[in-house]
Structures are given as C-alpha cells and as structure tokens.
C-alpha cells in the first residue's frame, strides 16, 4: 500500500500500531499474508457469548474447515441449530466443518445487552468474539493456515464485508470462501429516502413491510434497529480474496407478482381494539360484516361465540348487515377479541375429552396453552387425578420414576406459559413444592426426601394436587364437570360425513352416590346396568382416556376361603379393593409374610408397601423373572437425549443387581441378545418395575423370588404348582394383568382400532398405556413424554383436518395395522393394545404428517434440559443414597432378622461419570454430569417457541379455504398468501431503493453486482434456490449448495 497520499494524523496512527485507522478506508489494497500449508484437524471453534454453542449435545469429527455465519434483522443464533445440528446428525455428510453464528449484542442469548449502535460498532463487537478462533489460525498460530469461511444473509452481508477488510488489515488473512444471499452488492441501499425517513418517524410501518406474515409475533423495535444498520459500503470499500457463492431465491419475483396480481376478493383490514395487532383477510366482496365476524369469531376467538363487535375507526358500530365492500377501505376495528396471535380450526361443536386424568388434563392443557377454549372435560370423580391415582394407588404409592419424567408440564411450552420454567423445578413458581420435602398422607413422619429437602418420587396425595394444580393453572376447571359419567353416544350423520357429530348422553354422579363403591371396587357388572342420561351434549371431537391401571384381572384360586377363614387376608392390584379389601397400614402386615402374584410394576410397588409397614417376608411369585430398573438408570436414560440403548442400560444395571444377589441382568429371559455385545433388545410382557427398594429388601432377605404359580391356598399355606409350599403367610396381593373397562368398548361399540382412532374415525380418539416392553433404545418409562406426544399430535391433527384427509387420500388408512380382540388375552377390553401395535401404527402415521415434527419441537433437548434442571446430578444421587439408607434404617429397626445388617449404595459420583463418558463415546454426543448450559436451556425453548408461533401463523392459510371466505377457487389458489403478497408490495415499494412499482428489496442487477467484490482470480458463482431470499438461510437446499461449495475448499 501506498502512504503518500494518508494525512498526517493517520501516519501518526499507524506509526503507533493502530491499525482501526485503515478499515473505513477505501480504495487502499491490502495483501495477505502468506500462511502455512493446513493439512490436519482442527479443534471446535473457541466459544463465547458472541459465539454461542448451539450444538452442545454433539461433537464435531475430525474439523478441517471453520464457518461463520452472520444473520439478518431480528434473527437469532439458536434459529439455526437445527441446520447446524445435521452438521453431526447427518451420517457424516459435513462433521468435518465446525459452524458458528455469531450473536448480536440485545439478540438471542445476548438479549440483556444494549444493541450495537451502528454496523460499525458491530464490526469491533464481532471481531472482538473471533478473535480467539482468528489466533489460532492465523500468523504463528497453532493451527496456521487452517481454512475458515463466511456465510452472510442481508445485512450479516455487510457485517462479513466489513469483518473480512479488518481481518485481512490486521491478521492479513483471509477466508478461504463466502456466501451471501439476501443482499445487494454492499454499496447499493436498502431502503430509498423515503424508507430512511419513515424508519425513523414510523418503524413499525416499515418493520411490517418486511415482516408482514410474522408483524404479529416478532420485537418491532429490535427489528427497525437491526435495518437501521444495513448501512452501504463504497464500491471500492474491499474486495474478497477468495471464491464467492452468491444465492439468489426463485420465490422473489412470483412473491411480487402474485403482490401486484389484481385479487378477486376484497381484503378485510381488520384491528383489534387497544392493540397494535392487524390482520388482513380476504373475503367476497358481496359478504356482510356479520359473515367476515363470523368467521374471525371461529378462527381467533379464545371460546366460539364471543360477543365481538365491528366498528369504525371512529368507535361506531358497524351494522352486520353492511357489505364489507362498503368499509373495506378503513380498518375494520374489533372489540372482544384477545389477539390475532392463537389462530385456530373450531369445529362446529366443542371437543369433549372423557377422562379427567393425567392425559386427560394434558390434552385440556394443550388446547388451553393455544388459547382454544372450545373442549368440555368430563370425569366421574369430584377432582381431577384419575382412576390410577384415585382408585389404584394406596396413599403409601410413589411415582416409580423420577417426577421430571412423570410431571404434567412436560413439554416446552410451559416454560413459558402458566407458573413458567422448566417442569416442576426450583425456578418454577406456583408447581416447585411438589419436588420439595413432603408432610403429609403417605409420606413418613418426619417428611419425604430423607432430609435432603427434596422428592423426586411424590405420593400419592402430591401426584393429585400437582394434577389439580395445573387444572386451575391454565383455567382448565372453568371448562371441566366433575362427577359427570358419559353413559351413551350416537354419531349423527353418516359416520363417514363430514357433518356428522356425537351426541353424548350424559349422568350426573352427584344424584347417584350409591355408586360411588361400585366405582371404587370396580364392581363392572353394578356399572354397567343401563341407566338413562340426565343431559346431552353435541361434540365434534371426542378424546376418550379411560386409562389402563383401575380394572385388573381377577383370578380366583382353590381354597382361598381357608385362607381367609385362617386370618389372611386377598386383594388385587396395590390392594385398592377390587375383588377384595386389603389394608398394608392396620397393623397385620408388621412380621407378617406376604405373596405378591406377578412381577410387573404394581408387584415392585406392593413390595415397598409391605416393607414399609414391617413386614418380615415378601415373595414374589412368577411364571418369569421380569427385569427391574433401579432409580439412577432410570434418571440416566429420561435426561439422555438419544435413547438409550439396551445393552447400556443394562450395564447400569449390574451393579444394583449385583449388591442385591439377583443374577445378571444380562441372562434374564427378557433380554434378546444378536451376534454382538451391543446387539440387544429388551422384550418383556410388563413394563419395568422401578425403584430401589425392591433390591434392598432383597439384599436384606426381606424379598425373595419364586418362579413358580400358585396352585391353590390353604389356611396360612399356599400350595405352588412345582409342590413347594409357603407357609406362615398372611397375605396374597394379586397383580395378574389389567383388562381395561369394559365400558369404554361397549360405549363406543369399538370393534377395532387403527391407529389411536376408534373403529378408524379420526375424531373419535382413544388412548390407554400399552402394556409390554420392546425395544432396542429407550426414551423414556414413565408418562410425561407419551401424554406429551399424544396430546400435541392429537391437537395438531384436529386444527389440521386438511392434511389428515389427504393422508387418507394418499392411503394411509390402507397401511396403518387394525388392532382388534387380543389373541392371546381375550379377556382384555378391544380399546387396550401392546406395545408392539403401538409402535407399527405410530410409525407409519408420522410418516405421512413430516410438518407435525413443528408441533413436537426438539424433545431430545427439551428432556435433557429439563431432567438436568428438575434433578441435578448431584443432587438427584444424594436423595437416592438418603433414601436407601432411611429404607436401612427402617429395615433395621422394625423389620425382623435385620438388626445388623448395612449394604453401601451401589452407584457413586465417578461411576455416573464413567456412565456418561461411554455414552458419548458410543453414541456420539457431548454431554456430562453437570448437564447443559443455561444458553442451550434458553435456545432450546426460544427455538420452540419461535417455530410455534410460524406454525400459528400459517395456519391462517388453511382456515381461510376451509371457511369459504373466497368462493370458486382453483387447485393451487392462496387467497390469504395473496392477500399478504398485496399487502407487502403496497407497503414496500416506496421503502426499498428499487425501480418505481417494485416491492424487491433490491434490484436484480445489483444483486449480481457481487461479482465486482471479488478479486481477480477468483470466480462469484450463482445459484439459484426455490424459495424466497428471506428464506434461503434456512432452506434445507440452499445448505446443499453451500455444502458442496465449501466441500471445494476442504483441505486434505
């Protein structure tokens, strides 16, 4: 570079080694540096708060290419983890290069920060945060001549320019290549005078010409912020040392045609009193005003039927009867209404969910948190909680995995809805006291959690209250009848009509008490007498959840009477009185023994009942030995974001196995082993029983397996079909298998399922626990994550009728398996179904509804975050030492023959870490004890709920076809897309700096004028991609391009 011409100030500056001088100056060619030669790996970038870790479940390959990437006006860095996710996710295909985005000062997790005044000010930030990764490659550096790139969308594309001018001044380096998209060549404006002028006197006006689908949802004022920095850069400003990919979008130019089409329809400009919010719909033009609020009522309407009124500008009302051509050149402003944010399909009758248990209020909840009041809930019992808890626990029943899993908020949306935060945690308001410390029925005298101030496995009487508590949380009670019993249904139309309901006869138990015991004992022959309804209720839609843990088997065997006669006492499932009263708490069971028949989850749970109420000996008595899970793999594999393969689980296994004396839990005959150490699958007829307490009390003696049937009873002896006899025994709990309610099959006249739908009608759902075990890797053992699930994609298929019928148009209907009367158990109810159907029908559902993965959000982070923050390593190890030595200490005291004895808790600190350490190894993650960061907790949910509001507003779309609002439309018509295309053209096209009836944010030409920014001997290739350029940063085709690109570049 020459000198003669700089002033004397600046010669004065870089005589003293300030280089900032140089990077605002154009048309002063600097040369770069000449680097070694790259030819091995990388480490991952350095991270910082400019540099967040979006990928922090997963570690890069073996890097040999840096990229960074800059956004565009009010983006974030965690709107890209899942691109950058497919980096380690995706087979291998681009593991080889470690990606970043950088995060602007006041966005994403730098929200608290005070944005950057001007792009300049952004260059110093941004430099500031490469620094470190910049040393490394650069000059002298470990890493010297490694490659890095520069990917840059709108004004992230004047950020880049600038940031590569400044690295080459001062580290004399430059990228090895760069993308742009979304941006003319740096010198050419965005925004005419006019669009500077009304960013300052009007942003929202210009934040909305370029945000109009999402006005609604996003920060206005950090978005005008982030367009006032697109600031230009002379022509001769830089140029790019190095190849250049320049994406362009097809979409741009049919986006402006369909804006500058004339429409068909008139468009309703409609506003919401006392709020910034707008919405434009498209109507006929010969509607009334009463038609238009008819359909706004039943698209945005919290509850059908909402007293809305249309009026003027001026605050008189508009007459229903008025055309809405008449008043479509004003808003139309409307009072009632909530907010154009919550969008939905109503029926023309409500959803009534049956059931009034955990699922069932989930599936409330989930129409609740989308502000859809349109459902009616029913429950035979006075307070929500269910059967299972009602009728089947005992007050002494615990929620057998951790409560994180288990816990009725699971799910990212109630982080920030409601209490907030994650689940039940600390940080959770109103919901944190069902994980502390519990005084009350159920729990020991001197509280639950074995003094470490917390419980991870509440009782009965917390699982209830946590249930009721999110009733009232989400305004859930306001539409629930309790002590109501949905006794008849009729589907009215033909069953295969769209116009069809169900008209649902309804009783009212409070008139009715005297069937109160015949519930609680399920006497099915009491209930099932015809009775005639009280009430009807029209419904659209119908959630039955009758669940599967109230009606057991009932198995009566030969001399049972002499049992009883003899002082002992029978009972079925925990003893809650179905085919007999049985009572754990009367005294009877201290130095007592006991029979357990069966070995699933209610069996591990009744052994803890006996032993907690002193008793001196417990059998399990089996056909099969069914495997047990202790506390801490069970944690292991609910926090775990891949699943969690067998053969690992069963490692964590082995050494509670072990302390307890029980075999190996590799040689159960429920463990299917391949060819290899790691070729295993677990299938076993009943799901895990979980809990430490089975194995110590086995390790005491207390317990003691035999793999035998009962053949018949005598008094105080039970006779066992190989001969053997158990003698001195007091007790036979049966826990033999659960059948369903009959009911629920006859009330439905269920002959089959398909799927989760009743005799194949999507809008008849039903949902109960498989029963069984089959799989090679594990999400999870407990509810939350199932009822999550169901109730998400329950609801998203309901609100999107559309695709559900072309699913079926497609065949769906064909593939999906038929569940009907079991083979194998005929006595089970028709609705009750294994695991295995459950898998096949659920699997090839998804396949037909790609879009629904939205509505789920990523649950592999979602259930890391929120197991890591509900129970923290450390302390979730402490509460199970605690407990198993509290559970000694009672042995020891009250239990006979245990006076002396003490067994140490098999898990340790180290051992987890070595848990975690081979997971990653295994399975190709990064995570650790000590679980994520709180930025990848806050991106998690922030990436949710981002993709939750675009899901909300597309639905818009649909909801404007279905209603009919545009009479005689084509195939391929989009009445609201165009409304919004003349909306965006009318707004913008004397904002931008383009050619006069032009809404492009640049013209075409000076879009190509990238190519003047590249340096002689390097090539500024175009492609082309099918979408608009607001898109292209995350098209899953634009990062084929880009790949293949920087693929070019890689170094061997």
Request: proline share 5%.
């Amino acid at each position: 570079m020459d000198f003669d011409d700089l002033d004397d100030a600046i010669e004065q500056r870089l005589a003293e080694g300030d280089t900032d001088v140089l990077a605002n100056m154009s048309g002063v060619a600097f040369e770069k540096k000449t680097l070694k030669t790259f030819t091995g790996t990388l480490p991952t970038i350095p991270r910082n708060k400019g540099l967040p870790d979006l990928n922090a479940l997963y570690p890069t390959g073996d890097v040999k290419m840096r990229v960074f990437i800059f956004y565009g006006p009010g983006e974030r860095a965690d709107d890209f983890m899942f691109y950058l996710r497919g980096q380690h996710t995706g087979a291998g295909k681009w593991s080889w290069l470690d990606a970043a985005v950088y995060e602007w000062p006041g966005h994403g997790t730098r929200g608290a920060e005070t944005p950057a005044a001007n792009l300049e000010a952004l260059c110093a930030d941004a430099m500031e945060c490469l620094k470190p990764s910049l040393e490394q490659v650069g000059e002298g550096g470990e890493y010297e001549g490694a490659p890095f790139a520069f990917i840059g969308r709108s004004v992230g594309c004047q950020l880049m320019t600038m940031l590569a001018k400044n690295i080459l001044i001062k580290f004399g380096m430059v990228p090895c290549a760069t993308v742009v998209m979304d941006r003319a060549a740096p010198q050419f404006p965005l925004l005419s005078e006019k669009g500077l002028s009304e960013l300052q006197s009007n942003p929202d006006k210009v934040v909305q010409a370029f945000n109009y689908e999402m006005f609604n949802y996003i920060d206005k004022a950090l978005y005008a912020k982030d367009l006032s920095l697109n600031e230009t850069l002379d022509s001769s400003y830089h140029k790019f040392g190095c190849d250049m990919l320049l994406l362009k979008g097809k979409g741009d130019q049919k986006w402006l045609d369909l804006g500058k089409k004339r429409p068909k329809f008139t468009i309703a400009k409609l506003k919401i009193k006392g709020s910034d919010q707008t919405m434009d719909l498209p109507i006929e033009s010969t509607s009334s005003v009463k038609e238009l609020m008819t359909a706004v009522d039943s698209f945005f309407s919290v509850r059908k039927g909402a007293d809305l009124k249309a009026l003027s500008p001026s605050g008189s009302v508009i007459a229903g009867a008025t055309p809405v051509s008449q008043v479509a050149q004003t808003s139309i402003v409307i009072e009632g209404l909530d907010d154009f944010k919550h969008p939905h399909y109503t029926w023309p009758h409500p959803a009534v969910i049956i059931g009034g248990g955990f699922i069932g209020v989930k599936v409330a909840m989930q129409y609740a948190l989308h502000k859809n009041e349109n459902f009616v809930l029913f429950d035979r019992h006075a307070q929500a909680g269910g059967d299972a808890w009602h009728y089947s626990a005992t007050k002494f029943s615990r929620c057998q995995t951790d409560y994180g899993a288990f816990n009725i908020w699971w799910g990212h949306e109630f982080n920030y809805t409601g209490d907030g935060g994650f689940g039940a945690s600390p940080q959770s308001g109103g919901r944190a006291f069902l994980t502390k410390s519990f005084k009350g029925p159920g729990a020991p005298p001197e509280g639950s959690g074995a003094g470490t101030g917390v419980d991870y496995h509440p009782v009965k009487a917390q699982i209830l209250e946590g249930v009721r508590h999110a009733l009232k949380e989400y305004n859930i009670d306001k539409y629930s009848q309790f002590e109501t019993d949905v006794v008849s249904l009729k589907i009215v139309g033909d069953p295969d009509a769209e116009e069809r309901y169900y008209d649902l006869g309804l009783r009212d138990l409070k008139k009715a008490k005297d069937l109160v015991q015949a519930e609680k004992l399920k006497d099915i022959k009491a209930l099932s007498a015809p009775v005639k309804a009280d009430s009807t209720i029209k419904a659209s839609v119908i959630y039955h959840l009758p669940g599967a843990y109230e009606v057991t088997r009932i198995v009566d065997y030969p001399g049972e009477d002499s049992f009883i006669a003899a002082g002992g006492q029978i009972g079925y499932g925990m003893g809650s009185g179905q085919g007999g009263e049985f009572v754990w708490d009367d005294g009877r069971m201290k130095d007592g023994r006991c029979a357990i028949l069966g070995n699933g989850a209610f069996a591990v749970e009744n052994v803890r009942s006996c032993v907690e109420n002193a008793a001196a000996k417990v059998y399990i008595v089996t056909r099969r030995k069914s495997l047990l899970c202790p506390r801490l793999p069970c944690w292991f594999c609910h926090q775990a974001p891949d699943p969690t393969p067998a053969w690992f689980l069963l490692k964590t296994f082995q050494p509670m196995y072990k302390i307890a004396g029980i075999e190996d839990p590799f040689s159960f005959y429920a463990v299917v082993k391949g060819n290899e150490f790691t070729d295993v699958t677990i299938r076993q007829s009943s799901r895990f029983g979980i809990g430490d307490v089975t194995f110590l009390a086995h390790a005491y003696g207390l317990l003691e397996y035999r793999v035998d049937t009962l053949a018949r009873c005598s008094g105080k002896t039970l006779h066992l079909t190989s001969g053997d006899k158990l003698e001195d025994m007091g007790h036979i709990c049966k826990a033999l298998g659960l059948l369903g309610d009959p009911r629920v099959d006859k009330l439905h006249a269920i002959t089959h399922r398909v799927g989760n739908c009743i005799n194949g009608d999507f809008r008849r759902i039903i949902n109960a626990d498989a029963t069984g075990m089959d799989a090679r890797r594990f999400t999870t053992f407990s509810a939350g994550p199932g009822a999550a699930g169901f109730s998400k994609m329950w609801y998203y298929m309901h609100q999107h009728p559309w695709e559900w019928r072309a699913a079926v148009d497609n065949g769906m209907m064909k593939l999906l398996p038929v569940h009907k009367m079991s083979d194998t158990q005929p006595d089970q109810t028709v609705y009750m179904t294994n695991i295995q159907y459950e898998m096949w029908a659920g699997g090839v559902m998804g396949s037909y509804f790609p879009l629904m993965a939205r509505a789920h959000g990523d649950e592999a982070s979602y259930s890391h975050c929120l197991i890591s923050t509900m129970h923290p390593t450390k302390l979730f190890l402490q509460y199970c030492k605690a407990d198993w030595d509290r559970y000694q200490d009672m042995f020891r005291k009250y239990c006979k023959g245990c006076a002396d004895k003490s067994v140490d808790y098999p898990y340790t600190y180290e051992m987890i870490e070595d848990w975690f350490k081979e997971y990653n190894e295994s399975l190709g993650m990064k995570i650790g004890p000590d679980g994520p960061t709180e930025e990848f907790k806050q991106s998690t949910i922030e990436l949710f709920k981002k993709s939750a509001e675009g899901l909300a507003a597309e639905i818009v779309h649909n909801l404007v076809k279905e209603a009919k609002l545009v009479s005689n439309l084509k195939k391929d018509d989009e009445p609201f897309a165009q409304v919004l295309a003349i909306q965006t053209h009318e707004l913008k096209k004397s904002l931008t700096a383009t050619e006069a009836e032009s809404s492009l944010d640049y013209d075409v030409k000076y879009v190509d004028a990238w190519k003047d920014w590249v340096s002689d001997g390097y090539t500024c290739k175009v492609a082309e991609v099918d979408c608009r350029s607001k898109e292209l940063l995350v098209s899953g085709d634009s990062w084929k391009q880009i790949i293949k690109f920087l693929q070019e570049k890689r170094p061997q």
